[in-house]
């Protein structure tokens, strides 16, 4: 397991450094399939991973400025808010606006509604960090479940109809 600062000195040197004790937690010798020590992190003809995607980040500072950095270093745009993203999106200065959360779950409602009504996907961290490891973007996948509210509503109805029987 790796420190966070490994990442985006990597990103900042163009290349996966080698961990090392610098940037080592947990040693993990028994998976070595995602190793790629030295190896570019650009893709074959040069252009950045994040070339063209706009990312609104969402979580603590801390979280935020670190992601900035990474997203910014492999050539995406980094929004502060979401009216700005959007209008990237419409300005067309990016081709795919995502929003990552730190934390999928202290997502407020209003965001995740005004998101959706835009298509804007909101993905987790690990899809910057798996990107990065592949060399390329990964696909940008819409969440298709249900909202956490349509459950409640469907819920609440299913007692309210099962008390009216009652009565």
């Known amino acids: 397991m790796l420190k966070v600062d490994w ?17 080592m937690i947990l040693s993990n010798e028994g998976d070595r399939r995602h190793t ?7 893709s074959v003809n040069r252009k950045y991973i994040f070339e063209k ?3 609104m980040l969402h979580g603590k500072h801390n979280f935020c400025t670190k992601f900035a950095k990474i997203c910014k270093h492999g050539g995406g745009q980094v929004c502060k808010t979401l009216q700005s993203l959007v209008q990237s999106l419409d300005a067309e200065s990016i081709s795919v606006g995502v929003i990552i959360a730190e934390d999928e779950s202290r997502v407020s409602r209003h965001l995740r509604v005004c998101a959706s009504e835009r298509k804007i996907p909101m993905m987790p961290a690990s899809w910057i960090i798996d990107s990065l490891l592949l060399g390329k973007l990964l696909p940008v996948i819409e969440d ?3 909202s956490p509210l349509t459950l409640i509503k469907i819920q609440e109805l299913r007692t309210s109809t099962e008390f009216s029987a009652e009565i």
């Open 36 to 42: 790629r020590i030295g190896k570019s992190i650009h």
């Open 53 to 55: 995607l706009g990312i």
């Open 144 to 146: 298709k479940h249900s």
């Open 7 to 23: 990442l985006s000195s990597s990103v900042a040197a163009g290349s996966v450094l080698p961990p090392g004790n610098r940037y």
